[in-house]
Nanobody, 123 residues
């Protein structure tokens, strides 16, 4: 069992930056693929970014590529999402997710999810 707790959300003006953190407890953090998803009001939860458990390969949604960066610190059991050049359309609840195995890193098939943290970008 893995528990995930997100933090770092808030209100920011367009063009600003935020860094989200996701602290994991439980089993060996390094054994998990880690992902970030977001859900805006009235929309489905969508993939944002992910990093593999071995090799640390990163993946991004086209909408955030070049603006967001995912990283992980296995010693601290934490994954981060650095968000720059934020836009109003980035407004959503952001969720951290973990899974030891995935057939599709872009999908929502992750085994464990956090409670989410709200990010609001004002224009």
């Amino acid at each position: 069992q893995v528990q995930l707790v997100e933090s770092g959300g808030g209100l920011v003006q367009a063009g600003g930056s935020l860094r989200l953190s996701c602290a994991a407890s439980g089993r060996t953090f390094s054994a998990y693929h880690m992902g970030w998803f977001r859900q805006a009001p009235g929309k489905e939860r969508e993939f944002v970014a992910a990093q593999t458990r071995i090799g640390g390969t990163t993946y991004y949604a086209d909408s955030v590529k070049g603006r967001f960066t995912i990283s992980r610190d296995n010693a601290k059991n934490t994954v981060y999402l650095q968000m720059n050049s934020l836009k109003p359309e980035d407004t959503a609840v952001y969720y951290c997710a973990a899974s030891p195995r995935l057939t599709n890193i872009y999908s929502r098939e992750y085994d464990y999810w956090g409670q989410g943290t709200q990010v609001t970008v004002s224009s």
